[in-house]
């Protein structure tokens, strides 16, 4: 059984007069149907989800060498892990579960949660271990690693990285 992923405190709750985010896209966005019904076995997209800002991205770095970027504006969430036509990233590396952990985007409050889904060889920001099945807030410029794995992958915003 798939577990509701809890809203992390200061995280608004769904509006109670309309559909949360999710719901609406579910009905207007076929691509996103679709990549729900491939994904839900695994995950539920929590209702406190919202869309993020324009250019949320990862930077991707393997061994110290620049990798290419990966863009976080377009879902409110994204698997990552080794289940190729599961995950949205595959991350390719032993030490990563086949869905290995979600970015959760909390778009009115412009923060990205990474959520752990129980993996085996565990996820880090910034080098402390992600308590599984718990959405914890990634912040701004933080390090996230996989397992052993020696890829990272740095969140920034737009607004960081115009300055760059």
Partial sequence: EVAE???PEGVDAAKS???SAHQELLLSNKAYKAKVKIQSDHFLCPNWATMPESGVQLD???GGQKMPTIQLDRNLYYLFGRGKGIVDFVVEHPSASRVHFA???DGANKTTYVYDLGSKA???IDGKLVPPKK???LPDGAMLTVGSSSRS???RRKSLWEDD
């Fill in 5 to 7: 992923v809890e809203r």
């Fill in 60 to 62: 991707v770095r393997k």
């Fill in 153 to 155: 992958y740095i969140l």
């Fill in 135 to 137: 959405a914890v807030l």
């Fill in 122 to 124: 565990g996820t880090r």
């Fill in 17 to 19: 007069d309309g559909l």
């Fill in 103 to 105: 970015l959760i985007h």
